[in-house]
């Protein structure tokens, strides 16, 4: 059947909410981690509402997957665990983990354990256990089970194959994204190269513009002690003039990040800014920001033979974007035969 891209994260509740109704009573799926290490915490399912308190509790502890444990030996192994008569004390005498043995639901009489497999590999396993029925799983259970995990795993192989080539594209279109906007700075650089007024005015303007939304140049003060603003650019006009207003006075080395980068040549981003940032800016721009919000910032270091002299700041205004760690900018190079002391 076809899955769709939003499945990835729906099919494991799906999943085992089915085998709960078609086998009973209860079920936790767990699948690997990418570096194969652990079982990651699972996705659980019960007929009882108490039990499923517990039943999830189980779940939330991600489990190591070179351990003893059932759906270790399962994902390492790749074959069933079959136990039609459980004996909940023996596994609670075996199991290392202090957590897990008092976690470990009462009355449980009959366990079953299956891997997920695709492509050759065992990514997850699948545990039911019986502890309100009071028949025990079968034969015929448990090729119910298998049949159920091979189907299983098909769709959620096929849905994170999906989440993949989703990804994938992503970055691909950032990268593009990115490519043109260097593309687009190089070709009006080459035209400016010996004026840098209109240098700075064309790298301020073309971020703003295509990356957005404010975009403030600064360069090192002569001393050394701080940063002078030369540029600011930003594609609303009336942002643009509430922000020259604002920022044309210089910046300490000790106010906001401006060590980091210039000192360290560190790139500053902070995706999704909290409202807490107000009180690690300068106070002078907090006009700007009760009008027209921050939703991400990002500072790159600005560089001229090979040495930093200033700084790029990016602003997102309210309901933007969050700058993203692939793509945009991690550093800008100016022209090495320019002349940039801002004095």
Do not use: W
């Not at 085992?16 to 996705?43: F, I, K, N, Q, W």
């Not at 959620?156 to 992503?170: C, G, K, P, Q, T």
């Not at 790029?312 to 022209?335: H, I, Q, S, W, Y």
Request: proline share 5%.
């Amino acid at each position: 059947m076809p899955i769709a891209e939003n499945e990835s994260t729906r099919l494991p509740a799906l999943i085992t909410d089915y085998l709960v109704c078609a086998v009973g009573d209860g079920c936790v799926m767990r699948l690997l981690s990418e570096d194969g290490r652990c079982l990651l915490p699972g996705t659980a399912a019960h007929r009882d509402t108490q039990h499923l308190a517990s039943l999830k509790a189980i779940a939330s502890v991600a489990r190591d997957a070179q351990d003893e444990g059932m759906s270790s030996q399962v994902l390492r192994s790749a074959q069933p665990i079959f136990l039609p008569h459980f004996v909940l004390e023996d596994y609670r005498a075996a199991v290392d983990d202090e957590r897990l043995r008092n976690l470990a639901l009462p009355n449980i009489h009959s366990v079953m354990v299956v891997p997920l497999m695709a492509r050759g590999s065992v990514f997850g396993t699948l545990s039911l256990t019986r502890d309100q029925t009071h028949e025990a799983y079968t034969a015929d259970d448990l090729l119910l089970a298998e049949d159920i995990a091979e189907r299983a795993a098909f769709a959620l192989d096929n849905a994170l194959l999906l989440a993949e080539a989703r990804i994938a594209r992503a970055i691909a279109e950032s990268d593009q994204r990115r490519l043109r906007v260097l593309a687009d700075v190089s070709q009006q650089l080459a035209t400016v190269t010996t004026d840098i007024d209109r240098l700075f005015y064309t790298v301020t303007a073309c971020i703003a513009t295509t990356i957005g939304d404010l975009c403030a140049l600064r360069l090192l003060s002569p001393d050394g002690a701080g940063l002078l603003t030369t540029q600011i650019a930003h594609p609303n006009p009336a942002a643009h003039r509430f922000m020259n207003e604002l920022g044309r006075l210089p910046q300490a080395m000790d106010e906001s990040y401006t060590k980091a980068v210039i000192e360290h040549a560190q790139v500053v981003r902070i995706a999704t800014v909290p409202e807490t940032i107000r009180a690690q800016l300068p106070q002078r721009y907090l006009p700007y920001i009760d009008r027209f919000g921050i939703a991400s910032l990002l500072i790159v270091p600005l560089i001229v033979r090979g040495r930093v002299i200033g700084s790029l700041t990016l602003v997102r205004d309210r309901g933007g974007a969050p700058f993203r760690r692939v793509g945009e900018f991690n550093k800008v190079l100016l022209p090495d035969n320019l002349s940039c002391n801002p004095g």
